[in-house]
């Protein structure tokens, strides 16, 4: 993967990350997954994003370089994971929000649970990190250098096969059409309005 690729708006590189593959190396294994499901966040003009206040600790890998992965948890609850993109010292990322297991799917069963079924094992943005064992110990590797971490080329993904819609339970800035996700692929998350997202103007 060439860093080139990713020093774009999120909402240009959102859709060219779908079909790469991201693979998390850790004492119990490697598990890759193709990703299947991602969504753009910018910075200072995007209200749902977590840069939409400015520079803070907590976001401060989301100001670049382009290539590095940002980790944040959820609700308290689940790791998320997003790949950092445009210019250096704006903020920019695309969230990843589901995937296709397709190495060490036995290790992601096991972090996911036995009966978990196959197209659920990295659907939805924490599941996708329990599956890899992302946690806050990867915020910042480098994906492109480093070794824990790796993003790569996979499967080139044809145009028509990709779609674009509103982003998943934000309750701010929720009607962007700043998802993209591949049709009809059993491993991409449902669409859920927040409840706490207001109705356009007018509505």
């Given at each position: 993967?060439?860093v080139?690729l990713?020093?774009?708006?999120a909402?240009e590189?959102?859709p060219?990350?779908?079909?790469?593959?991201?693979?998390c190396?850790?004492?119990?294994g490697?598990?890759?997954?193709?990703i299947?499901?991602?969504?753009?966040?910018?910075?200072?003009a995007?209200?749902?994003?977590?840069?939409y206040?400015?520079?803070?600790?907590?976001n401060a890998?989301?100001f670049?370089?382009a290539g590095?992965?940002y980790?944040?948890r959820s609700?308290?609850l689940?790791?998320c994971a997003?790949?950092?993109?445009?210019?250096?010292g704006i903020a920019s990322?695309v969230l990843?929000r589901a995937?296709?297991v397709?190495e060490g799917?036995?290790?992601?069963?096991?972090?996911?649970?036995?009966?978990v079924e196959s197209?659920r094992?990295a659907?939805?943005?924490?599941?996708f990190?329990?599956?890899l064992?992302?946690t806050a110990e990867h915020n910042?590797?480098?994906?492109?250098t480093?070794?824990?971490?790796?993003l790569?080329?996979?499967?080139p993904v044809?145009?028509v096969?990709?779609?674009?819609?509103p982003?998943?339970?934000?309750?701010?800035a929720?009607?962007?059409?700043h998802?993209?996700?591949?049709?009809?692929?059993?491993?991409v998350s449902a669409?859920?309005?927040?409840?706490?997202?207001?109705?356009p103007?007018?509505?």
């Open positions: 993967m060439n080139d990713l020093a774009h708006p909402e590189v959102a060219r990350l779908l079909g790469t593959v991201l693979t190396k850790t004492s119990e490697a598990v890759s997954v193709a299947t499901e991602t969504e753009a966040y910018s910075g200072a995007d209200p749902a994003s977590h840069a206040r400015g520079q803070t600790p907590r890998v989301m670049g370089p590095h992965l980790v944040y609700h308290g689940h790791w997003n790949v950092v993109t445009g210019t250096d990322a990843i995937g296709r397709i799917e036995d290790l992601a069963r096991k972090r996911r649970g036995e009966k197209p094992l659907r939805g943005p924490g599941n990190c329990q599956s064992g992302i910042g590797v480098d994906l492109l480093g070794t824990s971490v790796v790569s080329e996979g499967e044809p145009a096969l990709i779609r674009v819609g982003r998943v339970g934000v309750s701010k929720h009607d962007w059409q998802r993209f996700y591949l049709a009809g692929d059993p491993t669409y859920r309005l927040s409840p706490r997202a207001k109705p103007a007018g509505a």
